[in-house]
């Protein structure tokens, strides 16, 4: 009995392969159509492309071409190619505005710039793209049984965001340059106010502040270590057990002892 299912799959393979060969190489659109339809239905959603490219110049317009688009995004985000089922669930919510598949596939289309979105320490475009897709989707569709996963999405891709900003206001205190470090994080605490970082960005600054005041020249020392001293205390207001406390307070013990020096 296996050996005749062994068979009849065989048989089935080769002849489901001679059809879709037929179908690739028809003039018949009609037969196009139907075998994609089927590939797509089966899951063989490589095949399917292959076959949607061909035809859907001769479907606009037509009654079936709601079908054909909407499966031809499907299969291109069912592939991974996320670049390409971006632009066709895009073109599909702006060319059927009534159809019963808009909300899914504006939602797709976002999706697929999402994953789109590359490491935070790379150029960000991508990921700015799908941010305003999502806020978009958002806007329109706030009822959506995708908004949960829409708004947990945009969260993500707004924190990678704020850690590119983050890294590259830090990377100032990293190579030393201290007053160019106050400057960016001073700008990312006030762009980002609510930002998972914040902790960090005001340590940062601490440090900035201190190293800057510490190692100044005698006429701005006063200055600087008063600025350092209030980029303590705006830490500790923060968070008062900072994991920095112990590294802030050795700082802070340097600042004052620096500052009696002007008291006198």
């Known amino acids: 009995m296996k050996k005749i299912i062994s068979l009849l799959l065989v048989v089935t393979l080769f002849y489901s392969c001679g059809e879709y060969q037929k179908a690739l190489k028809t003039e018949d659109v009609a037969i196009k159509f139907d075998m994609a339809t089927k590939l797509y239905d089966a899951g063989n959603y490589s095949k399917a492309i292959r076959l949607f490219e061909q035809i859907t110049p001769a479907y606009r317009g037509k009654p079936q071409a709601e079908k054909l688009f909407y499966m031809f995004a499907q299969s291109y985000y069912k592939t991974k190619q996320y670049y390409l089922a971006g632009y066709q669930f895009e073109s599909f919510v702006s060319g059927y505005p009534k159809s019963e598949k808009i909300e899914e596939a504006a939602f797709l289309g976002a999706k697929s710039f999402s994953m789109l979105s590359p490491v935070y320490s790379l150029d960000q475009a991508d990921t700015f793209k799908a941010i305003d897709k999502l806020q978009s989707f958002i806007d ?125």
């Open 140 to 264: 329109w569709y706030p009822n959506s049984g995708y908004f949960v996963e829409a708004n947990k999405t945009l969260k993500v891709l707004n924190e990678k965001i704020e850690k590119k900003v983050f890294e590259n206001a830090k990377g100032y205190n990293t190579i030393l340059d201290y007053k160019s470090a106050l400057v960016a994080l001073d700008n990312f605490i006030a762009d980002y106010p609510g930002t998972s970082f914040k902790e960090d960005a005001l340590y940062y600054k601490l440090d900035s502040a201190y190293q800057l005041g510490v190692n100044s020249i005698p006429l701005k020392m006063e200055e600087r270590l008063n600025v350092a001293k209030t980029a303590y205390n705006n830490l500790i207001k923060f968070k008062a057990d900072t994991r920095y406390k112990q590294k802030a307070d050795q700082m802070l013990v340097q600042i004052e002892k620096k500052l009696q020096n002007f008291t006198k």
